[in-house]
């Protein structure tokens, strides 16, 4: 009988959660362009392509098309994979069904695993936070794949006991680390005598045997065990920063070479990496992961298999010992001074200048954890008061941020709730509940990963933090947030215009905030335009629902007024109020609009009539006045609302501007072809406006030509063919 080679790729697929908090949407991110934002591009070029992967022979045909997660061990981020079902319900969708497809070809076991949830460091976390994380990876797991994970995969694989302690607790069987956080191996079963070390072997420089899983037990005498896979460094490390993404080939020698051939042991051989290595960090590794899984393995005598499936071939012959790193805090396979990177400046940086560096760590993460913890205070004491196990009830909220139905709601609080709860006392519990979540998303780990305090990753968990304390002080009626900059001041950044960490969060994470007025002003400048907002009673505007009670527009001149009645409640935290808005327009460009509480509706009703009359009197200035004195003098202009509408409105302002311009262009370019002509006839190079006039209407028609066939749209007596316009460029 041959000896069994099997293999296993794992991808660990995740981006940090990037949704603005007080919106529960990504706002656009210039830097992800073409794309609107990050999580958008990097779709696009890794999970999309590896859930249709080309196969592709010697010539470079396309032989197949397959979906790679059907072939490699993976987990996708709870946050992200949350992203993916909201935006690509498709692709989201084939990858559940790639768990499913992989259950019935591995005895049962699925190639899918859990993850913490929102990637938090876990050695670093208190003890409640780790229960959690874990509690919340889990049901977020069952919700998705409709079983139990049997493994999970811990953020930048950073472990220590505590950690492993609760793995355990809650029925984890597996997790994989690097080579280098083992400290030590020896058989199973074997007696020690009292301080005998001597069965020990050494292996904490990364020699670890990785083709085969390990017993790992937690407490001195006890019998509780998780067990372990170590994966190959050497392979994991080429395939992240060398080339065996981009050939196939390679990629298969290479693990081939990492076969033990002085043993006839079945054995493991398995790699872990981020599953953004396949399309995004290396462009079309998708396609050399899709022709090693599906022909150089088997050429090569390996048989895929998943760790549930190989461990329960396999189960431990050895057991281990893990590192507990420089600080005793454990190690992780992304810092090489155990956890320090994630805490205090240890050298260890993606990005930036060489001059720049990471002594922000430390005092960021020593306000957050300050923070972390008056929060705690607040959460303990309010929620008490409502709930009968706090502690119990967040780690089981996840049911609600995974289904916020009515249904699921109420069965939350009929398992939680001391009593009978008031609407205000559910309320009251929501903003307890979604202060603790942004309290455990401010510690994704991506904060501390790059080189800059000022970094979007940074930015963000910033933001989590403010929304955090916006509903402290919701319940309390006092704020943290002084203090809480005070000490974020310490953090200094390497960007002179920022100063410090005071400086990133007034510049980049205060403006981000938006309440339900700024909402309010959203529909109110919006809907000054036709279809702008669908004719209807009840709008969704991000994670809020508007239900329109009153709404009159009229325009006089270049002047129009747009005054009206809402409803907005959170679908958040179902916190309801009414405001009454009056939105103005002059001429093109400038926009402002008042928005407060609605109260009095007979006073309100002569006011709305008093602005109107303002309105056709044509006097601007005085009805601004008017509405200062009703509506007082702060009021919200174009630059106030989120980028998204600010880009579409002003698509809007400007579309027939932009129409006559490229009219005019056209106009250039069909009057001027024969000079053109005569230009090239004398070798005499074409003037530089009527070749951008060319380039311009070229380009745009280019762009329609293939907009009609990719949809279906070709008509020969309306279209141009694309060979036409290709062969008119050519004169240019």
């Not at 549930?308 to 992304?334: A, R, T």
């Not at 380009?699 to 063919?721: C, E, I, Q």
Request: hydrophobic share 35%; aromatic share 12%.
């Amino acid at each position: 009988m041959s000896k069994l080679s099997a293999l296993s790729i794992h991808g660990h697929f995740y981006q940090p959660p990037r949704e603005n908090p007080w919106i529960e949407d990504i706002e656009i991110q210039a830097s992800a362009r073409p794309y609107h934002d990050w999580n958008e591009r990097i779709y696009h070029e890794c999970y999309l392509p590896n859930t249709r992967a080309r196969i592709l022979d010697e010539k470079g045909r396309i032989t197949d098309i397959v979906n790679n997660f059907e072939k490699i061990s993976f987990n996708v981020g709870p946050t992200l994979f949350s992203w993916i079902e909201s935006k690509h319900p498709d692709v989201y969708r084939d990858i559940v069904k790639s768990d499913e497809t992989s259950r019935a070809k591995h005895k049962g076991h699925g190639n899918a695993i859990a993850q913490v949830y929102n990637h938090m460091i876990m050695p670093l976390a208190t003890r409640e936070d780790k229960v959690t994380q874990v509690r919340w990876g889990i049901e977020e797991f069952r919700h998705r794949f409709n079983r139990d994970p049997e493994g999970m995969w811990l953020p930048e694989t950073a472990c220590d006991e505590e950690t492993l302690d609760v793995l355990i607790e809650y029925g984890v069987k597996f997790t994989i680390l690097s080579p280098f956080q083992a400290q030590a191996v020896r058989s199973l079963g074997h007696v020690m005598a009292p301080n005998e070390r001597a069965h020990w072997e050494d292996v904490s420089h990364g020699t670890i045997n990785t083709k085969m899983p390990y017993r790992c037990f937690i407490g001195k005498g006890s019998e509780k065990h998780i067990d372990l896979f170590f994966y190959d460094g050497p392979v994991a490390r080429d395939l992240a920063f060398g080339s065996l993404a981009f050939e196939a080939h390679l990629f298969a020698d290479s693990l081939e070479g990492a076969r033990n051939t002085n043993s006839l042991d079945a054995e493991l051989v398995h790699v872990a990496t981020d599953g953004e290595t396949f399309g995004h960090h290396k462009a079309f590794g998708e396609r050399a992961l899709a022709y090693l899984l599906h022909v150089e393995a088997e050429k090569r005598g390996f048989r895929i298999m998943n760790y549930g499936e190989f461990l329960e071939s396999h189960p431990p012959k050895y057991e281990v010992q893990i590192q507990k790193g420089i600080d005793g805090d454990g190690m992780s396979w992304s810092c090489a001074h155990g956890i320090r990177r994630w805490k205090e400046h240890c050298g260890c940086r993606t990005g930036g200048p060489a001059e720049w560096n990471q002594h922000w760590r430390k005092p960021l993460r020593r306000s957050l954890d300050w923070l972390r913890d008056e929060l705690r205070e607040i959460y303990e004491t309010h929620a008490s008061r409502y709930l009968k196990d706090v502690w119990e009830a967040r780690s089981d909220y996840i049911k609600v941020i995974l289904d916020r139905s009515e249904k699921s709601r109420w069965d939350f609080f009929a398992r939680h709730a001391k009593r009978e709860l008031s609407t205000s006392e559910v309320i009251t519990c929501y903003h307890l509940l979604e202060m603790e979540r942004h309290a455990m998303l401010m510690y994704t780990s991506c904060g501390w990963f790059f080189t800059e305090l000022s970094g979007i990753e940074t930015v963000q968990i910033l933001q989590y933090a403010s929304r955090a304390l916006r509903l402290a002080r919701g319940i309390t009626q006092e704020s943290l947030e002084e203090k809480f900059v005070e000490l974020l001041s310490d953090a200094k950044s390497n960007v002179p215009e920022f100063k410090d960490g005071r400086g990133v969060y007034e510049a980049l994470v205060k403006p981000a905030a938006v309440s339900m007025r700024r909402i309010v002003s959203h529909y109110a400048i919006g809907s000054i335009f036709d279809g702008y907002y669908p004719d209807q009673e009840e709008l969704p505007i991000y994670c809020f629902k508007l239900h329109i009670l009153h709404h009159q527009k009229e325009s006089a001149g270049n002047v129009t007024l747009n005054f009206g009645i809402v409803r907005v409640t959170s679908e958040v935290t179902l916190e309801e109020n009414e405001y009454v808005f009056i939105a103005l327009q002059v001429g093109l460009y400038d926009f402002r609009c008042s928005v407060k509480p609605f109260s009095e509706p007979a006073a309100l009703a002569r006011i709305e009539r008093e602005l109107f009359d303002e309105l056709h009197s044509a006097h601007v200035v005085e009805l601004m006045r008017k509405i200062d004195r009703h509506f007082g003098h702060n009021y919200f202009a174009l630059k106030d609302l989120l980028l998204t509408d600010r880009m579409k409105i002003i698509s809007i302002l400007t579309r027939e501007i932009i129409e006559k311009i490229e009219s005019v262009y056209e106009n250039l370019y069909d009057e001027h072809r024969k000079m053109n002509q005569a230009y090239r006839s004398i070798h005499l190079p074409i003037p530089e406006p009527v070749q951008y006039a060319a380039q311009h209407t070229l380009g745009r028609r280019l762009r329609d030509a293939v907009y009609d066939l990719a949809h279906a749209n070709f008509n020969p007596k309306k279209s141009t063919p694309i060979y036409k316009i290709m062969e008119a460029a050519k004169l240019f």
